[in-house]
């Protein structure tokens, strides 16, 4: 059963770059997409990026020049860098994997980040 | 992008009772990819239902999906105490990925 674990820092300084990473563990990279999502503190889901198993990616236009997804087979890993931080970034980051024309059905737990100094 | 709009933004209802989910696009979604995702408080969203009216593997057949081009709904015939959550409608048709704003659905 294919499980994703987010791992990165709680905590994130203004104007900073946000790394995260996805662990794909019980299953393969492809043929898979693999997302990431973010919801900040009492609201709705919002799409940031994926990478497909090929390494092409796709970027919600509004974060497009910040966001940039990655890919790492061998390690079985994906992933987030968000440049130029602020506060309203602040959210729980999800990674998630979606097969082709269709939705992200598996996804990891969350992990919150905070932008504060 | 795609705007979803869903309503109502809260709905009170008892346990037993049917449950009816708006979720509005602003432009057609294409070959209705239109999921639902439910999530509970403190936990990732579930995925429901998947091209409008598709329920994914293990959803409980209470829940349904109806709709095309631009309107769509989530009905759960029969609500069971488990059900009271937030749901979300998403589409994947039309880059990016977009997401409805939620509907929470809570105990009367």
């Known amino acids: 059963q294919v499980q994703l674990q987010e791992s990165g820092p709680g905590l994130v300084k203004p104007s900073e770059t946000l790394s995260l990473t996805c662990t794909v563990s019980?299953?393969?990279?492809?043929?898979?997409?693999w997302g990431w999502m973010r919801q900040p503190p009492g609201k709705g889901l919002e799409f940031l990026g994926y990478v497909y198993y090929s390494g092409s990616t796709s970027y919600n236009p509004s974060l497009k020049s910040r966001v940039a997804v990655s890919l790492d087979t061998p390690k079985s890993q994906f992933s987030l860098k968000l440049t130029s931080l602020t506060a309203a970034d602040t959210a729980v980051y999800y990674c998630?994997?979606?097969?082709?024309?269709?939705?992200?059905?598996?996804w990891g737990q969350g992990t919150m980040v905070t932008v504060s100094s | 992008e795609i705007v979803l709009t869903q309503s109502p933004g809260t709905l009170s209802l008892s346990p037993g009772e049917r449950a009816t989910l708006s979720c509005r696009a602003s432009?057609?979604?294409?070959?209705?990819?239109l999921a639902w995702y439910q999530q509970k408080p403190g936990q990732a969203p579930r995925l429901l239902m998947y091209?409008?009216?598709s329920r994914a593997t293990g959803i409980a057949d209470r829940f349904s999906g109806s709709g095309s081009g631009t309107d769509f709904t989530l009905t759960i015939s029969r609500l069971e105490p488990e059900d009271f959550a937030v749901y979300y409608c998403?589409?994947?048709?039309?880059?990016?990925?977009?997401f409805g704003q939620g509907t929470r659905l809570e105990i009367k």
């Open positions: 019980g299953g393969s990279i492809s043929p898979y997409y």
């Open positions: 998630a994997r979606a097969v082709d024309s269709n939705p992200f059905d598996i």
């Open positions: 998403n589409q994947y048709g039309t880059p990016p990925v977009t």
């Open positions: 432009q057609t979604v294409r070959r209705s990819y």
């Open positions: 091209d409008a009216s």
